[in-house]
């Protein structure tokens, strides 16, 4: 045989190998591809908020009202934490007082309200507040 039969053999065989090994790799990465995947849920706190904060004048405590929208999820329960501070940006290391408030029976698309109940504020402070955290629950 002469030198050019050789090479094709071995160019052909060398191909057949590459194949054998590299096909299983590559349909083992196509197989588990990113596939079309459900969109993650939006975290609780995007579905609340503070709709107004104002000061009791007979109590002196600080009251924020506070607004859910339901999920498409279905009905539930939403437990935000609502934080009362005396400037709309914390100071760094500072604590600040909070309060739990509970919403519950939140149908979808529905929009529920409640008021959280703060701390008693000193006279001449104008208050902030805002959400600082939120938890949903669905209904079983």
Do not use: H, N
């Amino acid at each position: 045989m002469s030198a050019l039969k050789w090479q094709g053999w071995l160019v052909g065989l060398v191909t057949l190998a590459g194949l054998l090994v590299f096909a299983p790799l590559g349909l083992y990465v196509w197989a588990s591809g990113d596939g079309p995947r459900a969109a993650a849920p939006r975290p609780a706190v995007e579905y609340v908020r503070v709709t107004g904060c104002r000061i009791d004048p007979a109590s002196r405590r600080v009251l924020a009202a506070v607004e859910a929208t339901g999920r498409a999820e279905g009905p539930g329960a939403y437990v935000v934490t609502v934080e009362f501070r005396d400037r709309a940006v914390a100071a760094p290391g500072s604590r600040t007082a909070q309060s739990l408030v509970k919403i519950p029976g939140v149908a979808p698309a529905a929009m529920e309200r409640a008021e959280a109940l703060g701390p008693v504020w000193p006279a001449g402070a104008t208050p902030w507040c805002g959400v600082a955290d939120a938890e949903f629950t669905a209904a079983p």
